[in-house]
């Protein structure tokens, strides 16, 4: 991770635009991808592959949906709360929803801080990225919490098919554990950067590599992710 | 045109990125045993898989002696052979072929064919291994755990896989798909490691279009299992909530034993999409790395150019983009809409067509070379063969009419065991005598090299082509004991018991090959840097075995192409990779 991106020493910083510089630079050497460190490709490759994995789980969850005899349950009734007397559908989600879209944003004034080397204000929009994450974790432990409490299992549930149980738990355990990675790795970045690690490049402890600010936009890159994908499951799961 | 003199510096573009410090190793621990160094994971995954795969050796002997003589040995009985083929197919598939090419060949040859001293990540490369490992004790930990291991067949359909008929119902399951869920994990942290170093992390002048053929398999390959695994993973993780949970994914409503299960309106048929996804890539994550070791094993041992570079790089990438939209033809029995099984049948089909761009273009390279019949060559000949073989029995099992018939019998058995058991393992065993000089320093043993090859190969065709008959007589797999019926000619069991004796002998040729692989390890001829007289850079270190970060002070450079053979004018018949030319062409100098 010492070579970081807009680091090309010696090489000609002009680039044909367009197809033709995109076939240049892949039928060029070293770099098929030029002003894309490592860490970065292999974030976007990962992020590709799980792609799938999420899509994988999608389709199945719809295949189930489609397939099933048994009336499916109706989501806006499922994840409705009355609040104040207020019986308002899906309330909980859209705040979720929101909550996660947010961290979005303080996630991307991180990495502009993180670029400007402001490692006060990048450190604190990371915590508080990683604090709106925990808050979804939490408001996603409620959620779970209350349809236990009504009955819903895995294998069973009062309102009809069970593969609702099944994906829900299955679907959003899964989101869910990736934002909980996502809130610790965020949360170890941010040390290092409160740290000053990138400004020492100071040496990591298990890689003896110097790090630098671009492991803040690769945490974002992630991070983005995960928003993404929640659409998807948002989109799919609860508006269906 | 005019020759001027060469000055490198014009044509090679400078560093675009400055060199990565190394992770250097402090302690006995850290340079082999927990070693982020890609050379020492990749021996350290070769070894593992090699361990696994001759377990796997010893299943397929047990179950070769309980179908050619049935009832002889009692310590056999159904649902121990059930275990047997299921472990021997999962270990072979997945556990052997898999991680051997991408973590064994990969790790060791990427950074070297590409002129990088280490993958991108040594240390997540590491921890690749070390989940591999754990995947694998977790996997052969099932011969030791109440109920032995899962005897659901490979492929672990459901709902047969987890219903309490099925071998292994206790415990055999839940560790397998766990262990799988391993595996995937473990290889997506190597595969991101190899698919990054193709990418990004070449030397200066190589080219995507210089890399050898072997780079290219083992990276699209890559690309194809880190797309592929995922569909895998997810079958896995919604089986082993079927089969913990209670939840019903896979599992439709059903009476065992005379009672109503729990379970009620999953679908079997979505874990076979799920499987097949992942299934039918696989195939070709484990032939592509094949592929492109073989055409460097033909080309370097026939001293002639690999015919038309470009087009077996554009096979290799058309073969692994089709791969991923034909895995419906392992289901025409399942129960499809026939114009699915028509358009899958077609897309089968048209993959025949890189297919046969690479084997022309083979034997082409072949054509008027200077064939060196070393035993690498003798490997890769077979390869040929053999994949040419089980090739054309496809297309007898890619028409949904013809499939049909012989879904689930031995035919289908002898097919894929001659494309993607036999001819894969011929080219792994072409690509050990062809590198073990550079792992080791050492050259392996020639006439037990050829004596390993030759019982292999004829031994391998005296026990599947008579499958193929079998076959085609109707006889299923499978079958503990296919017992006495009107369709079953007493040749059958004569042959059965004809295979199953070359089956142990071909088997007892590997230890001779084990054999080989430690004894010259102490006590073989020395080979010197480059005993093949080979173009590309593994071959052109400085040390052999190659040191820590592959390449001395300086990275190497490249000005050539990898198939510089027998070039007219040369002084030898190969010009390494890293050899500048002595003059270029510049157009229009003169007059």
């Known amino acids: 991770m010492a070579e970081t991106a807009l680091t090309t020493p010696g090489q ?6 367009g197809l033709k510089g ?4 892949w039928s060029s050497d070293q770099r098929a991808f030029k002003n894309v460190s490592w860490g970065k490709a292999m974030m976007w490759i990962f992020l590709l592959s799980d792609t799938f994995i999420f899509s994988c789980f999608l389709l199945s969850y719809m295949t189930a949906r489609m397939s099933t005899t048994v009336p499916w349950p109706n989501p806006s009734e499922v994840f409705a709360l009355t609040i104040g007397g207020q019986h308002i559908p899906l309330i909980l989600i859209a705040i979720m929803t929101f909550v996660l879209i947010s961290s979005s ?136 | 045109m005019v020759d001027v003199p060469y000055e490198a510096t014009v044509d090679v573009p400078p560093a675009e990125v400055a060199e ?43 179950m070769r002696l309980q179908l050619g003589f049935p009832g002889t040995f009692s310590f056999i009985d159904a649902s121990q052979y059930l275990q047997f083929i299921t472990m021997h197919g999962m270990i072979m598939v997945i556990y052997l072929l898999t991680a051997l090419f991408l973590g064994g060949f990969g790790n060791y040859l990427i950074p070297l064919m590409v002129g990088a001293r280490d993958m991108v990540f040594p240390y997540v490369n590491m921890l690749s291994y070390w989940v591999y490992l754990l995947a694998v004790i977790v996997l052969a930990s099932t011969f030791f755990v109440p109920g032995g291991p899962t005897g659901a067949g490979w492929t672990l359909y459901p709902p047969q896989a987890i219903l309490s008929g099925t071998p292994g119902q206790d415990w055999g399951i839940i560790l397998m798909l766990s262990s799988l869920i391993l595996f995937i ?31 290219w398999g083992i990276f699209t390959a890559t690309i194809m299992a880190l797309l592929a695994f995922p569909a895998l993973f997810v079958a896995s993780v919604m089986m082993l909530f079927d089969r913990l949970l209670g939840t019903s994914f896979f599992m439709p409503a059903l009476v065992e034993m005379g009672q109503q299960m729990k379970y009620g309106g999953g679908s079997p048929i979505l874990f076979q999409h799920l499987f097949w ?55 025409y029995v399942s129960g499809m809409h026939p114009h699915f099984g028509f358009f899958f049948a077609t897309t089968t089909l048209i993959i025949a ?17 200077d064939i060196h019949l070393t035993v690498p060559m003798l490997f890769a000949l077979g390869f040929i063969i053999t994949f040419v073989n089980g090739g054309l029995t496809g297309l007898f099992l890619g028409n949904v009419v013809v499939d049909v ?79 006495e019926a009107a369709f079953i000619t007493p040749s059958v069991h004569t042959l059965n018991a004809f295979m199953s004796v070359v089956a142990l002998i071909v088997g007892l040729a590997q230890m001779v090959f084990l054999f080989n692989l430690v004894w010259s390890y102490f006590k073989g001829r020395p080979s010197g840097g480059n005993p093949w007289r080979a173009t590309t850079l593994e071959w052109q270190t400085p040390e052999t075995p190659p040191g820590h970060g592959n390449w001395g002070k300086e990275l190497p450079v490249v000005y050539r192409w990898a198939y510089d053979y027998s070039v007219p004018g040369a002084k030898e018949d190969f010009i390494p990779q890293n050899q500048p030319p002595t003059t270029r062409a510049i157009q229009g100098a003169a007059t």
């Open chain 2, 353 to 369: 067509i890189p297919t046969a761009i690479k084997v022309y273009n083979w034997v082409l390279t072949l054509w008027r070379g």
């Open chain 2, 405 to 483: 018939p012989l879904s689930d019998t031995m035919f289908v058995v002898a097919h894929f065991h001659m494309v993607m058991g036999v001819a894969p393992i011929m080219v792994v065993l072409g690509a050990i005598y062809h590198w073990y000089p550079k792992v080791t320093g050492r050259m392996l043993d020639d006439w037990m090299g050829k004596f390993h090859f030759w019982v292999t190969f004829l031994g391998a065709y005296l026990i599947f082509f008579p499958m193929h008959y079998l076959g085609l007589l109707g006889v299923p797999r499978r079958y503990h004991d296919i017992g």
């Open chain 1, 105 to 240: 944003g303080t996630m991307a004034m991180a990495v502009n801080f993180g670029y400007r080397r402001d490692r006060v204000k990048t450190a604190v929009l990371m915590l508080v990225t990683a604090a709106l994450g925990a808050t979804f974790v939490g408001m996603q432990a409620f959620e779970w919490t209350k349809l236990i409490q009504e009955g819903v299992r895995p294998w069973e549930n009062p309102w009809g098919a069970a593969q609702f149980g099944s994906s829900f738990f299955m679907i959003t355990g899964f989101h869910g554990t990736h934002v909980t990675i996502g809130v610790i790795f965020l949360i170890a970045i941010a040390r290092k950067v409160w740290r000053g690690d990138f400004d020492v490049e100071r040496r990591g402890f298990f890689t003896s590599r110097k790090g630098n600010y671009e492991i803040v936009e690769i945490t974002g890159l992630y991070w983005h992710f995960v928003d993404l994908v929640w659409v998807f499951i948002f989109a799919f799961f609860y508006l269906w």
């Open chain 2, 185 to 215: 994990i473990g290889f997506t942290m190597g595969g991101l490691n190899y698919v990054v170093t193709v990418l990004q992390a070449r030397t200066r002048g190589m080219t995507l279009m210089r890399l050898p053929l072997t780079v």
């Open chain 2, 20 to 62: 990565v410090e190394l992770y250097h190793p402090k302690s006995w621990w850290t340079q082999y045993v927990f070693s982020q160094d890609a050379k020492v994971i990749a021996i350290q995954y070769s070894l593992t898989a090699t361990a696994i795969g001759l377990v796997a050796l010893v299943l397929s002997w047990l």
């Open chain 1, 22 to 25: 995109v076939a240049a630079d």
């Open chain 1, 12 to 17: 000609s910083p002009v680039r044909t635009a």
């Open chain 2, 277 to 331: 996804f992942f299934g039918h890539p696989e195939v070709y994550i484990v032939a592509l790395p094949a592929f492109g070791i073989v055409s460097d094993l033909i080309s370097t041992h026939a001293r002639k150019n690999i015919f038309g570079y470009r087009m077996m790089v554009w096979a290799i990438v058309a073969i692994g983009a089709l791969s991923f939209i034909v895995w419906a033809h392992h289901m």
